[in-house]
């Protein structure tokens, strides 16, 4: 029988400030904790463990999903509502040499403030905007879900507008403030991402929020729904602005791209790309920009099939906020609130940004001295 409680668990997750919670036969739990796996000082988890926590936490649906394929997804909030003590978690349930595992991802109860997650000052004209489509992208755990929460509750705190967003699973959850909020979750509330979204139209919605935009027929929903008068947010895996683009584009049929690239012209307000740092200078994470504001310059690029000139047009749109992810990592690491070696890892041109921190006569090594010492 297992003496492993869940809740105890979560309770050092949320203490910890931990960003995840792994589970699984063979290892102590495992927290990740500003980048690093550390384990708990607590015995190594055995199938009959893992089996108990998982069923602990998991709705019946997901559990069915775990048996069918293999693997399952949801979310679920925990504790009493004291921010202190409360967090939601979105949960992976998965099936590993024949046993279960687990990774919870904690989502803090706490929406961050617009203003003091450093985006570049034109963002919140650019949200305020009646239709179009923005695009915050970036690998997983880069906080692009952090991101759209602040938008949303900015939106929500000062705009009367129906937002609806359509997630998988809901992580942030959203009050009626200024606005109504409408949140469908993936499987409770609705089918498919693209099944959701035609749908949406028909809601009087004036925001539409797209968790993620995976496939085709959801990719061409929300152009659509961009081009006929609506703001439509959404996210991409990917890590440039230019690339962005080029991902959009080849998700359709080559006889289809021509017309694709004329409607994102005109459809594209902006694109955000982040990645997510530990700080050098203090405990806890940062984030890195690239952004990308559609001028009729940038417009006209897309619309020519020329986004390898995106980049130059990013650099010399200073004044729209714009900024390439290397510029923007480079200002961390110079001012002393990220690493070297991180700031190269999430580089788009690693080779030059380390020639530039040799040209000041500084050096790149500190992770070999770290796992040296440990």
């Known amino acids: 029988m297992s003496t492993m409680r869940i809740d105890r668990l979560l309770d050092t997750v949320i203490s910890q400030e931990a960003s995840d919670l792994h589970l699984t036969v063979g290892k102590p739990p495992t927290v990740r904790m500003s980048g690093k796996l550390i384990e708990l000082k607590t015995k190594a988890l055995e199938p009959d463990d893992t089996m108990a926590l998982m069923k602990a936490i998991s709705p019946e649906r997901a559990q069915n999903e775990l048996q069918e394929t293999g693997s399952g997804d949801f979310g679920f909030a925990y504790g009493d509502g004291d921010p202190k003590k409360s967090a939601r978690f979105r949960v992976a349930i998965f099936k590993q040499r024949g046993c279960v595992a687990l990774v919870l991802r904690r989502i803090p109860t706490m929406l961050l403030d617009i203003d003091k997650i450093g985006l570049p000052a034109i963002v919140k004209d650019l949200i305020r905007r009646p239709r179009g489509l923005f695009l915050v992208t970036g690998p997983t755990g880069s906080g692009k879900t952090t991101t759209l929460a602040s938008m949303i509750d900015y939106i929500n705190t000062n705009l009367d507008r129906h937002i609806i967003t359509v997630e998988d699973p809901i992580e942030y959850t959203h009050e009626h403030k200024k606005s109504i909020v409408n949140q469908r979750e ?189």
């Open 186 to 374: 993936i499987h409770v509330d609705a089918p498919s991402f693209s099944e959701s979204l035609r749908r949406a139209l028909r809601q009087d919605p004036d925001i539409i929020l797209v968790g993620e935009m995976r496939d085709l027929e959801t990719i061409e929903n929300a152009i659509t729904a961009a081009e006929t008068g609506h703001l439509v947010f959404g996210t991409l895996h990917t890590n440039s602005a230019s690339g962005t683009i080029n991902r959009l584009i080849d998700a359709f049929p080559t006889n289809q791209q021509q017309q694709v690239r004329a409607q994102l012209s005109t459809a594209l307000i902006a694109v955000l790309c982040q990645q997510l740092l530990k700080r050098a200078d203090v405990k806890g994470m940062c984030a890195a920009y690239e952004f990308m504001v559609v001028t009729p310059a940038i417009a006209n690029l897309i619309r020519e099939a020329q986004s390898y000139k995106i980049d130059s047009a990013i650099q010399t749109g200073k004044k729209f906020g714009m900024k390439l992810l290397d510029d923007y990592l480079w200002e961390l690491y110079d001012a002393g609130k990220i690493h070297a070696e991180d700031m190269i890892d999430r580089a788009r041109n690693p080779e030059a940004l380390t020639e530039k921190v040799h040209r000041t006569g500084r050096k790149v090594g500190r992770q070999e001295l770290d796992e040296s010492a440990t």
